[in-house]
């Protein structure tokens, strides 16, 4: 049964991927959602259920809301062949009375017996290799360097933004000594002053222009 062509449950993600390791417990989460209005009974089976342990295998979900389940593969002693699994999952689900709680359901809740409605979600089982020593040697090097690079890069940037703004700074300077100059111009009618000034001016015109092209010329941080 169906509730206006969406399946009772929907369960995220649609696959049970464990990082595999000897001796060692691995776990994965699974989200089931109710998308109707009713509320809706789940039980969880697999095909080898001495190698999991699952929590709740069987619950009751409300209308609209959604319930998480823990599916935990225990230590195994050896690696399956090509780390291939073929270990398989199945979620049940049907529509329960109104406020029915998990231990209200009865041994037949799933049974497909006197035309009931058992929807039925295949989960598949993946198994992942953990990174080696080597991989996560590699993987921390590649990260140092990155980082090395980062932070010389900032360096060289920072560097040229800081004479960029001394050379603004000191081209500001000059040209306030400028126009002081120009000031005192106006107050001295003496040659020998006037011939230095042009002389002071024409130096100060070139300073002024070389530090502006190396203002404009520097990249900008931002």
Not at 79 to 95: A, N
């Amino acid at each position: 049964m169906t509730t206006g062509g969406h399946p009772l449950i929907s369960v995220h993600p649609d696959e049970l991927k464990f990082n595999f390791e000897l001796e060692k417990q691995s776990y994965c989460d699974l989200k089931v959602v109710n998308n109707t209005e009713h509320h809706v009974a789940f039980k969880v089976k697999t095909t080898s259920p001495k190698k999991y342990f699952v929590r709740p295998n069987t619950n009751v979900i409300q209308p609209w809301d959604a319930c998480f389940i823990r599916v935990t593969l225990q230590a195994q002693l050896e690696y399956p062949p090509d780390m291939q699994c073929k270990d398989k999952f199945l979620l049940q689900s049907t529509i329960v009375p109104a406020n029915s709680d998990v231990d209200d359901l009865s041994p037949d809740t799933f049974n497909k017996d006197g035309g009931k409605t058992v929807e039925e979600c295949k989960l598949r089982v993946l198994y992942v290799s953990p990174k080696t020593g080597q991989e996560n040697l590699e993987e921390n090097m590649l990260k140092s360097s990155r980082q090395s690079f980062d932070d010389s890069t900032n360096q060289s940037v920072q560097q040229l933004k800081d004479e960029r703004d001394a050379a603004v700074r000191q081209t500001q300077l000059l040209r306030q000594e400028l126009e002081m100059l120009r000031r005192r111009r106006h107050r001295k009618s003496d040659a020998g002053f006037s011939l230095k000034f042009a002389l002071l001016v024409a130096l100060i015109g070139i300073m002024v222009g070389f530090l502006l092209n190396l203002s404009l010329s520097s990249p900008s941080a931002e």
